[in-house]
């Protein structure tokens, strides 16, 4: 499978941004699908996955009630809505899937698309 993640942008802090990791290669059944962002100078940490077969989700702490993601079926493709968007949510995001029951952990996951950069600004 291959990953393309789009969408990021330059924001102000209190505003939103879509992003979009479309899918290629394989459907994206039986995986799990992860958002993990960089920012400078810190490790990729997790963000938020879903189960492509369910639609279960989980999220990180830092962006509960925040952040929303999302699946659409027909498109092979997995969103992350961010609403009252902070200057600490400054990174490049990542999107990636783990066939071995998902988790938090960078190292349970592959097939990382290139990344998109959302900043926010204060």
């Known amino acids: 499978v291959q990953l393309q993640a789009s969408g990021g942008g330059l924001v102000l802090a209190g505003g939103s941004l879509r992003l979009s990791c479309a899918a290629s290669?394989?459907?994206?059944?039986?995986?799990?699908v992860g958002w993990f962002r960089q920012a400078p100078g810190k490790e990729r940490e997790f963000v938020a996955a879903?189960?492509?077969?369910?639609?279960?989700?989980y999220y990180a702490d830092s962006v509960k009630g925040r952040f929303t993601i999302s699946r659409e079926r027909a498109k092979n493709t997995v969103y992350l809505q961010m609403n009252s968007l902070k200057p600490e949510d400054t990174a490049v995001y990542y999107c990636?899937?783990?066939?071995?029951?998902?988790?938090?952990?960078?190292?349970?996951?592959?097939?990382w698309g290139q990344g998109t950069l959302v900043t926010v600004s204060s």
């Open positions: 290669g394989r459907s994206l059944t039986n995986y799990h």
């Open positions: 879903i189960t492509w077969n369910w639609g279960t989700t």
């Open positions: 990636a899937v783990s066939s071995s029951g998902g988790g938090r952990a960078v190292e349970d996951y592959r097939a």
